[in-house]
């Protein structure tokens, strides 16, 4: 019985110790190229110093793709192989290239006659060698040259495929881990789902419940007489108001459109002083939009439902349970839900403003006066 106590007791204390899975490395791009290209380029210095002397050395560009390759496992480039030997080989092609004309114009940069006759073209030296190298009878007669040296890279390539294979494979134990990390990871991501599926199912039915909350209320106000209640009631500017809003608007948008123009018509002219003249116009114009979209606001009650008109934007819709307070502040009265936004406003002073605020009075809305 105690040892069947105490291989129980030992059971949780060894999961608790086991490792957690850990990806294997994959290694980086970026830095896998960098290290190509430089290895590549180390790898090409003999060659170049070879051929300078005067010897035939393509043979040496063999070298070029081997020191790619060792600085691009010492940069820990990307461990996918198809990745890998075509970074190795395009690094190979493009420097044994553009080091095999550096290195031609180099050499014949030494030679006195190309000196002298350079000085007798009247261009420096740099752009009159370029303009032979790269003239279409230098190129001829740089291509057997080019051509054996990328042979050459090309058996380099091949001959450092095998430990590139070796250094981008991963092996079939870092590859059961990769899985089983990924699968953790999986199995996490579903937990954080589910638990978020929780709290949104919570947090909708704290809602709920405050939404039922306010039915009550309004259930409980239903019993007093409506009979004065209109079946729909529409709160917005008299019509001299939105006369004189409009009117105002317009004033805006022209002083503001004149603004705007004047101060585009100045920049244009290199006047960058007028530059606030423009964004002058700019908030007139915007002001102005405003003010002719405050002439058309509204706020409609239709049974339990308001809908909302604002200056600028869309209607918005919401039932009058969604109401918990109205902060009035002067006239001008702001209906706020329980979430503690605002749903929209009104103004007493507007046509059926006093018979709304009344209304959601006998809704057990409570006012606050500010």
Known sequence: MSKKKKNQNNGPQLRETQPAFQPQPLGSKVPGIIGSLAGGTVGYLPYMVLSLT???????????????QLFYRRAQGYRRFSYALGTVLLSGVLIILSMDLVTQFIAMALE???????QGSG?????YLWDVILSAEGLR?????????????LLGVALVSKPLHGYASLTAEEEKQNLQWALQQQKDLEQARLAAREKAAQKS?????IKAD???????????PKNNAPAQLTVKPYEMQQHSLKLAAAAFLAIGAAAFGF????LAGGGYKFALLLLAGALLLYQGAKTYGSANRSLQLSGEVFVYRPAIGKPEEFPLADVKTCRKKGNQVTLIGFDGKVKGFFSISWQGGAELLKQLQRAKVSVTEE
């Open 54 to 68: 005067g010897y035939f050395a393509p043979p040496l560009a063999i070298l070029v793709p081997v020191f790619a």
């Open 214 to 224: 306010a039915l009550k209320r309004l259930d409980g106000s239903a019993a007093e």
């Open 205 to 209: 039915a704290a809602k709920e419940r």
């Open 141 to 153: 007669s740089l291509l057997p040259y080019l051509l054996f040296s990328q042979l050459f890279g």
């Open 263 to 266: 101060g585009i018509y100045k």
């Open 112 to 118: 006195p006659s190309w000196q002298q006759a350079a």
């Open 123 to 127: 261009s420096s030296l740099f752009v």
